[in-house]
């Protein structure tokens, strides 16, 4: 590694009444959070490209605003990591690595496809609540607030998916 490369990856100074390890901590999480993110996103694409069927159209849609907010919600994540001093976590095997949801390079029918997709939603929102604790003990509000405001995403996600799932 380079020194130049090895001295842009270092943290920056952040003046805060939030102690640095506490920082360090919650945006360790918070890097766990946005693998998981990123790998549901790559997920939730990979289906909305190659559904079929009769709710070809329903699961297609809702598809597409969910990636769409989960590449979003990527960014918001990162950056956040970054005003904590920390730097932002990059490639794509630690991503995998990190994540709570499996990268898969196949894709099952569409039943299964949004039972799947439910599923990991709830799963992240599980892998956040532990870092909102994290940031909550460290008095890190607004990391709190933004992961708190992202478990209701998931939930609402997989809400939405489970009610595709079931038979009308
Ligand atoms: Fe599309």
Avoid: C
């Amino acid at each position: 590694m380079s020194s130049a490369l090895k001295a842009r990856s270092e943290t920056i100074p952040v003046s805060s009444s939030v102690s640095a390890e506490d920082r360090t901590a919650v945006a360790k999480g918070i890097a766990k959070a946005l693998s998981s993110t990123y790998v549901l996103y790559h997920k939730t694409h990979g289906f909305h490209w190659n559904v079929t069927g009769p709710l070809f159209y329903s699961v297609h849609k809702l598809t597409d605003d969910q990636y769409q907010d989960l590449a979003a919600a990527v960014d918001d994540l990162a950056e956040r990591i970054r005003a904590l001093g920390a730097a932002a976590p990059m490639g794509l095997e630690g991503y995998i690595d990190q994540s709570v949801v499996e990268d898969v390079n196949d894709f099952p029918n569409t039943g299964e496809m949004v039972k799947q997709l439910a599923r990991d939603h709830l799963a992240v929102a599980d892998q956040m609540r532990e870092v909102v604790a994290r940031a909550d003990q460290a008095q890190d509000v607004y990391s709190a607030d933004l992961l708190t405001a992202r478990i209701g995403v998931h939930e609402e996600a997989a809400w939405m998916l489970n009610a595709i799932a079931v038979d009308g």
